[in-house]
């Protein structure tokens, strides 16, 4: 059973960086896209930033280009996500997903609140 779990959320001023990951288990890390999406109050869900699992290459929105780095840490058991420079608009709750072919995971959320 695939599970996801986030960390690393919480409250920081603008311009601030914050770290997350998310701890993944339960399917073959090479197998998947891990993605990172967000959601704020009133929007639709976004995709921010995915990495391969089978040759690590990434892509980023426009939205958080070159202040967002994803990566794969610890023997590809983590993904974390440095965001950097963080804007208000920054501010939504942020997920983990796991995708392969048409199958879905996701986890529970972490809340990024970025204070102006």
């Known amino acids: 059973e695939v599970q996801l779990v986030e960390s690393g959320g919480g409250l920081v001023q603008a311009g601030g960086s914050l770290r997350l990951s998310c701890a993944a288990s339960?399917?073959?890390?090479?197998?998947?896209?891990i993605s990172w999406f967000r959601q704020a109050p009133g929007k639709e869900r976004e995709g921010i930033s995915c990495i391969s699992g089978s040759d690590s290459s990434t892509v980023y929105a426009d939205s958080v280009k070159g202040r967002f780095t994803i990566s794969s840490e610890n023997a590809k058991t983590t993904v974390d996500l440095q965001m950097n420079s963080l804007k208000p608009e920054d501010t939504a709750v942020y997920y983990c997903?796991?995708?392969?072919?048409?199958?879905?995971?996701w986890g529970q959320g972490t809340q990024v609140t970025v204070s102006s």
């Open positions: 997903n796991a995708q392969r072919v048409s199958v879905q995971s």
């Open positions: 339960g399917f073959i890390f090479e197998d998947y896209a």
